[in-house]
Nanobody, 125 residues
Framework: QVQLVESGGGLVQAGGSLRLSCAAS????????MGWFRQVPGKEREFVAV????????AYADSVKGRFTISRDNAKNTVYLQMNSLKPEDTAVYYC??????????????????WGQGTQVTVSS
């Protein structure tokens, strides 16, 4: 069992930055890929970014590429999402998730086993 707790969300003006954190419990953190997703009410959950278990490879949605950076610290059981140049369309609830063991760089929700409770990010124009 893995528990994930996100933090760092909030209200920011367009062009600003936020850094989300996701703290994980359990000993399996370093053995699985970690991802970030986001969801707006009335819309499907959207992939944002993913990082492999060792941190050597990352992937991003086209909408955030060049603005967001995912990273992880396996010693601290924490994954981060640095969000720069934020836009109003980035407004959403952001979720971190722990990937299934066989998935190296999962980009789809069904390839994840555990999810956090989410943290709200609001970007004002």
């Amino acid at each position: 069992q893995v528990q994930l707790v996100e933090s760092g969300g909030g209200l920011v003006q367009a062009g600003g930055s936020l850094r989300l954190s996701c703290a994980a419990s359990g000993r399996t953190f370093s053995t699985v890929a970690m991802g970030w997703f986001r969801q707006v009410p009335g819309k499907e959950r959207e992939f944002v970014a993913v990082i492999t278990r060792g941190g050597g490879t990352t992937a991003y949605a086209d909408s955030v590429k060049g603005r967001f950076t995912i990273s992880r610290d396996n010693a601290k059981n924490t994954v981060y999402l640095q969000m720069n140049s934020l836009k109003p369309e980035d407004t959403a609830v952001y979720y971190c998730a722990a990937g299934k063991r066989f998935s190296d760089l999962p980009k789809y929700g069904f390839l994840y086993d555990y999810w956090g409770q989410g943290t709200q990010v609001t970007v004002s124009s």
